[in-house]
Structure formats: structure tokens, C-alpha cells
């Protein structure tokens, strides 16, 4: 690769490659992000790239295939795109691919039973689907579209152009200010304004000069979040453009991005992505010739959640145990080595390439007045279309849920969301008006009757919830806001570093509380001592992790105290989830004697001849709901 | 803050609950409040190493304008102006929380006993794993070990509701001098019990250095 030494050249660069580029010629996106590797992505591709190479297609234009990141619409996967026709294929398996190359690649026709359909209707193109319609993707638009591995491929897409506007058109200062005016907020969690955070750290600087360092966190320990995965997988150029702008802004020239290790593949493709810019000049000394000098390197996490907070991301940067340390000082006072140090969130550092582009004023027109921008989320639990999102900060819950979620799949009634991952809130369906100040409505949704709770930073602050990294799970009338806080809860007792004593002890005392509460046990007034508990933590904790860990707790009982108190005082889950308070029994009506429960039972306790009722033995059952799930009539109920 | 706004001799007016209090430059919140006698109960704090923030029971509640945060003394300087309560609602429920929790953490221990007494806290709702247990992870043996004595004979393992007190590799440790500080600054006395683990078997020791 021909180092770039100015602007101008990469300029020249993008252009070259644009016009070398067939516009008719098919392009094959097979989606390898995380969901759909996880059902055979990787042999869709492999059996695509054989079924291209080893024949002699009959076609004007050998098409292309490549691997790309999430496409988004994880619970249809494997997923495969076909350009220019942006006809989306999905369940795809490899024994599909002979009849798409010679269908649509040979012939141009589509193979009408990959095509996605709802309710009736089938979708040819992406772009009609509901899921995709109702999206704003910025910060996803390049990712299931270009091949990570490829930085010509990002090039074309427009990577590093705003990196060369910053160099040339504006003054550190400037970029600065721009990210101050354009309103962005970190997408760590905590919405702190990330241009504030750069105009203390320069200051900082400038009282102690010396070095500056950049992090980029890409941490993201909550379990069933993978935003900043995808966009390290699938377009890891943007992370890295937008930390060399705000390394030219801050006058950094070292820049660290903290990885978790369990995403070897994020690492895989920021490093592939760092060696490429580092060939074209794009990293490194004197970038596009523009006498600043910075470069990035890896560092990977052990794996425990604590280290997404920043204070330990240092402390494990430096070398020390990765434990939080009080703030203030502040990273921005005191970071990596003692010095002033920025650390954002991966898909913060992503939105920086875009608000240059497009300038301050449009990104501050984007999503909600105190919240600008979108919001990437992955969009979990009892919705009919689970994956990744994009949408405009402000846009109203139900939109969300139930416009691109598709809504609750089955006979499930729409109960709660929970959001923010385990330091956010349940947030009942029910709440509407309330807390709303400002909605956004995709053009076609009519607000009338949908859940109106507007998703942003402050909204969600007022419910006793957090936006967070952006997990979002759904919840219906058959998930237990008990169990659900204990499981949130659980996880932070396992996570907790145990160096201040209110986390330490005090998550595993809340967890006593739960775990009795779930069996029944407790009175009323346990339900305020846990309360009265959690607010503790929230005050006496050091780091966030337990000043935020009993948020599940406090806002499920908050507006679901009637819940808690099913299960204390009638001994009953009202979802018929919790194990000691349920019973399964078998519907003498509609039992038809298949014997299939009797068959699954592991504690042989259904007996029953064949074509006879079946009955369940309650003092042996452990409540495993195996009968349930193998009934093939639905005889088997929870009471 | 910047040594500009803050000359060396230039004192931090503040209150401490209603009483108009001056803080010098560099001092704590604590410092502050120690120096006028207003009592705030601490366990991990020593006045020999620097502060760790474990323990949380020192924690006060800091007022500035409408703003209202709680934060452990032993580690926050003040501000000018800046209204401290020892005692309000929110201060006292992390503290009977925390000494709850303590009595079942460390129940052999009659310090904390004691303590929990003095705001009210005799019994307590969470379940007890070891009885004979008297240590907190507070952190002083292991910070006057590195920071004062200079060797690192002692350390955590483990995390979260695990974490321990041991020494390097759980093996009793040539690094230690045996010189009894951990145990002199242990606020439960729990030290006492373990020194062994640390340093071994002392009639075997030899070697370069070594002092009883
Ligand atoms: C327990 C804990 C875990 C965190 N985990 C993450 C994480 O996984 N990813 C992340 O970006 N921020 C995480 N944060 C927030 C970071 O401390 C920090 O605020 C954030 O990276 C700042 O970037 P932003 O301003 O761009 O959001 C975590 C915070 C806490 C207290
Ligand atoms: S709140 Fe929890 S995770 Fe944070 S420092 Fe305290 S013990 Fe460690
Ligand atoms: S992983 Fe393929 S669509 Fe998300
Ligand atoms: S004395 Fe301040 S936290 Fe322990």
C-alpha cells in the first residue's frame, strides 16, 4: 500500500477506487456478526466463496462475496444481502447457496422462500422491512455493508475523509468545539458531554503540560449487549477515525483501545484495520502530512465488568489490579500514568467521523434537544425481532418495541422493558405520559395508543433507569420482575471487586432479601428494609457498579411492589416463574395420554398409561417446566 | 483546583453540621472535622497511610447550592462554602447498613460490636458464613505493609464476596519482616490470628537480612 502524504491524495485515493468499481457488479453480504455466526454464518460463507470460485459461472461479472459484520436483524439469521438489489435473504443455510447463486447470481431472479415475510407479506428489498425502515442508521450504515478487513473498502464508504477535514480545515480547537456544539453525550452510560470532557482535559493539559492519552472503552461487560462489538467487528476504521480526530484535537499522540478478551474477533479486525491506516499514513508519524503524529495500540481485558468503569481501566492499563479508585481526580485530571486522560465509550469515539462530516448543528438536529444523535441498541427478550438498532434518541418506547421489535411474539401481553443492562431499571409498559417531555415518531407510527416513554438520557434518568450501554430487554407477563432483579443481581454479586464494603456485602445481602422473597419467605417490611438497603449502596458505594447495582431492585419496586408482594403474602408468582411457588399440572380436558411429558420428565414423575390422563407427582416434581415445553397439546399449565 | 486560586496559605471555609469550620490546604474532609473535635466514625482510615475508601462509614453528606451528594470524608477535600451533615438520614442509613452488614461479616469481632451499638444496630438480618470471622477487608494491613514498611508481604485474592486476605501466592512470605505492623494497625484484631499464615515458621528462617 502507497503511503498517503497529504490530503489531497487520499482524496485521490477514495476516487480511484470508486471508479474502479463496476457499479453493476453483484455484491454477496454474508453477515458474520455475532448472532448469526453463532447459527453456521461462516459455512453460508464459506459455501458461497467454493460456490463462486470453483465453477465456471455463467455471468458477465464474477460477482463478489464478502463477510461482513451485523446486518442488524439477528433473530432471522444467517443473513445474506444481495447488491445492487439489497434483496435480503435470511435463515440462509449452506445448502441454500447452490440455488441463490443459480437463481439470482446466474438467472437475476429471487428465491421467493428466503425472502423474509410477515404476516403475508414478503419483503424483497431490506429497505422495505419494518425492522430496517423505521432505523436511522449512522453509525451502523457502514456496518454489514463493507469488509472489516478491507480499508479500501472503508475508504470508498468515506472512512478518513473527516479525519482530513479536521487536519486541514480546522483547528484543534475547533474540532472541539464542534463536538461541544453538536451536543454529543458518551454512549457508555453515564451521557456525560463528551466535548466538556475534552475542553477540561486540554485545560487540564495546558495547566501541567505534558503527555495526553485517549482510551477508547471497549469493555462492554453487560451480558446480552453487543453494541460495541458489532461496531468494532464490522467497522473498526470509524473507532479508529474518531479517536485520530480527537487525538489531533487534544494533542494526543498515544491512543490505547481496551478491549474485552472475549471478543478475539473485535481484536482481530481493530488490528488488521490499525496496520492498514499504519500503511496508508493514516496512523502514525506526520498522518496525511499533516505534521501530527498518533498512534493506537490493543490492550485486552480480563473479562470482569468492573473494568468497563474507567478508573479501573487505568489501574489495568498501568499494570495494577483492575479495581476502581475513588474519583475525584478525575481521568481528566489524573488518568493514565498521573496524567490527563480521555476515555469514551467505543460507539462515542464512532459518532465523532460523522459530526465533523456533517458539521455540529446537524448532528444537534438529530434525536432529541438534550440528547442528541442515535442510539445504537440490542434489542433482546420478548419481542418478535431481536438484533441490533439504530434509532434517533428521543424515539418513543413503544415505537421501538413494538414498530421495529415487531411487538411481543405469541399470546404475551407487553409487560416491562428493562434497559441499560445490569445497572438499568424495569420500566413497566404501563407508564406512559408521565415522564415524557419531548417524542419522536417515525413518520408512519401514530402515538395514540403506543408506549410513549421517550428513550433519551434524561427520560430515562427520571424512571430510575439508565439509556447505559443500550441493552434493551423486553419482557412479558410470563417473565417475573422478582427473578429478573435477581438475576441482574446475582450477576453484580459475581462482578463486585469487593474492595468497599457496601457492594461487597451489601449485593449479597439484597440477594438474601430476593432469594427469600422468591420462596415465599419475607414480610412486607422486608420489601422497605430492601429498599432502605439498596439506597445505601447507591450512596455508599465507591464505584458505580454499586452505586448503580440495586437500580433493577428500586425501580421494580417501585412500580411493581404489588409483585413482590404476591409473592410474600399470597405465596404466588404472579408470572409463574419462580420455582417454589408454582405448580405444574396437567389439564385432565385436554390431555390427550401422548405420554411425550412422561418420556421428558427427568424425575420420572408423571405416570399415566398411553392414550390415558397423565398426572404429576407434586412431591417429586422440581418444577423444571420439561413437560410444558414438550406438550404438543398445551395441556400442561402453571397455576 | 489550581495552586492559583489556592495559595499554600489560603484556608477552605466551610460548615460541618452548621458549624463554621477552616480546612488548610490538602486537608480532608476528616482532617477537617478531627481538627474540631466533631466526631466521625471511621474503620478503614489510618492516619499513617493513605486513605483507601473501603469501609464507607465515614461517608458524610456534602450540600453545594441544591445539590446533595454523599461521599466518605476520609477522602474528599472540601470546598469553600460547601455545607457538611455527620449525621443526616441519608448518612446514617448507609452507616447502620454498613455496621449491619459488618455484624454478620465479621461477627467474632467485638469492635465492631461495639460500634454498631453506638447507632443502634444490635442485631443483624443477613446471613452469617463465618462465625469466627473478625476481618473486614479494610486494607490497612496490606497498605502500611507496602507503603510504610516497604515490603508487600501481605495482599488481597480473590474478588467481591471471596476476596481474602493472604499473602503472595498463599505461601507464608520471605518478604516479611515480622515486624508486627499489620497486626499494630488491624482495627479488629483479626491479624493477630493470621500473622503465622504470613510470615511462617519463624525458628526456620534464615537467610540475608532477616530480622525478628
Ligand atoms: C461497573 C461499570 C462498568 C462499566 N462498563 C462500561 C463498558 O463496558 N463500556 C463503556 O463504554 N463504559 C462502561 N462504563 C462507563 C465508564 O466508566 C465510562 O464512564 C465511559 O467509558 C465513558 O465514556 P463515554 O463518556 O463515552 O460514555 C462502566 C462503568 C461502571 C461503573
Ligand atoms: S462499588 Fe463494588 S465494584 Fe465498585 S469499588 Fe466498591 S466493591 Fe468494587
Ligand atoms: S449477527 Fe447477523 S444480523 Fe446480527
Ligand atoms: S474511613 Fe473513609 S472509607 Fe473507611
Redesign the pocket.
Known sequence: MQRLTNTAELKVLRDNLLQAQDPHRPIVRVCRGPGCLAVGADKVSQAFQSAIQSQNLEVKVQPLVKDTGCHGFCSQGPLVNLAPANLCYVRVKPEDVEEIVQTTLVKGAVVERLLYSDNGTRYKSAADIPFYRMQQKIILQNIGVIDPLDIHDAIMAGAYHSLAKALIEMSPDDVIRTVEISGLR???????P?GY?WKRTVENARENPGPVYIIA??????PGAFM?RAIMEGDPHAVIEGMAIGAYAMGVNQGFLYVRHEYPIAIRHLAAAIAQARALGLLGKNILGAGFDFDLQINRGAGA??C???TAIIASLEGRVGE?VTRPPYPSQQGLWGRPTV????E?WANVPHIIDHGAQWYADLGAPRSTGTKIFSLVGKVKNTGLVEVPMGISLGALVEEIGGGVPGQGRFKAVQTGGP?GGIIPYELKEEFTDYHFHPPDVKPADKMELSVDFDSMAQTGSIMG?GGMIVMDDHDCVVDLARYFLRFLEEESCGKCLPCRLGLKGMLEFLNNFSQGKGAPADIDALESLGKALVDGSL???GR?APNPVLTSIRYFRDEYLAHIVDHHCPAGVCRDLITYRIDPEICNGCTLCAQTCPQVCITGANQQLHTIDQDACIRCGACMDVCPVDAVVVD | MSSSENPQNQVISFTIDGQPVQARPGWTILETARHYRIHIPTLCFHPALKPWGSCRLCVVEARYGKRGKVMPSCLNPPIEELEVFTDSERVLNVRRWVLEMLLAGCPASREIKKLAAAYGVTSTRFAVTDPEEECLRCGRCVAVCNEVVGVQALTFGSRGVKKVLETPYRVPNNACIGCGCCVSVCPTGALQKRLDTVRGDLSRRTGHGYAH
Open positions: 458518551g454512549r457508555g452510560g453515564g451521557g456525560f463528551t470532557k472503552n471497549g469493555e462492554e461487560g453487560d460495541d465488568y468492573v468497563g468503569e474507567e476502581p476515555i469514551n465509550n467505543v462515542t445497572s450501554g464505584c458505580g457498579l448503580t
